[in-house]
């Protein structure tokens, strides 16, 4: 497992990512390698850790938006009824320096290609990280650093039967954690066929996972837990 903390020199390798530090030319170095593509920065620090976790996954190939959406497979959900389903979803892996509590962002990376769409109108709509998931009844098998699985807890709170195909989220709110796999617990209350509210619960998926490092934890930008409301359809 790579996630975690590292004092000094260190060296993990999964697939076609890489991760190290150690010295070069005298110099303590941090370098990274995911997919071909290469980062390297000289560090100097006596005191600090690199801390390697999960972190919200809308910042490649560059920051554009905070919002995440999911689409699945459409399910109808009858007035009144609760489903909890699995969804798989794409993680990007962060790096920090820690030195006396002082974090700051080094880097992040992730394999494979980053997907956005638009939801809502053109002139008014957000634009989303876009994932798509089959639903599971179970939590689902993941590949390494590459998906992570969310729990999705469906409550339809409207006197109407509504179709859901899609989820969207507001980042800012996102609690990641990490053991196994990365998992993130979602909710989606249904107020009518068209309105819903998402949120995230900061809870962890099973008992033995670990806290991710928040990205706007570390960039002292202050964030109120607030979800998000859909308001321009659920499928």
């Known amino acids: ?107 992040v990376f992730a394999p494979g290609r980053q997907k956005y769409t638009l939801y809502g109108p053109a002139t008014t709509g957000v634009i989303a990280r876009y994932y798509w998931s089959a639903v599971y009844p179970e939590i689902p098998p993941v590949e390494s650093f590459c998906d992570g699985v969310m729990e999705l807890s469906i ?26 796999f990365v998992a993130v617990t979602t909710t989606m209350k249904i107020l009518s066929k068209l309105l819903a509210e998402t949120d995230f619960v900061d809870v962890p998926l099973k008992s033995d996972m670990v806290k991710s490092i928040e990205l706007y934890t570390a960039r002292k930008i202050p964030v109120l837990s607030r979800g998000y409301l859909m308001e321009w359809g659920l499928s």
């Open 155 to 180: 409550s339809n709170a409207s006197h109407e039967w509504a179709e859901v195909s899609r989820a969207v989220f507001d980042s800012t709110d996102m609690k990641l954690y990490y053991g196994e």
């Open 1 to 107: 497992m790579m996630f975690g903390r590292y004092r000094g020199a260190f060296h993990r390798e999964c697939g076609s990512v890489s991760v190290e530090a150690g010295p070069v030319n005298g110099l303590m170095t941090y370098r990274r390698r995911c997919e071909g593509q290469t980062f390297e920065r000289i560090l100097v620090s006596e005191t600090d850790e690199i801390v390697i976790n999960p972190v919200e996954p809308v910042n490649l190939p560059e920051e554009i938006t905070d919002f995440l959406m999911m689409e699945f497979p459409p399910m109808v959900i009858g007035p009144g009824a609760t489903q909890t389903i699995y969804l798989k979803f794409p993680v990007e892996i962060g790096v920090y320096l820690d030195a006396a509590k002082c974090i700051e962002v080094l880097d």
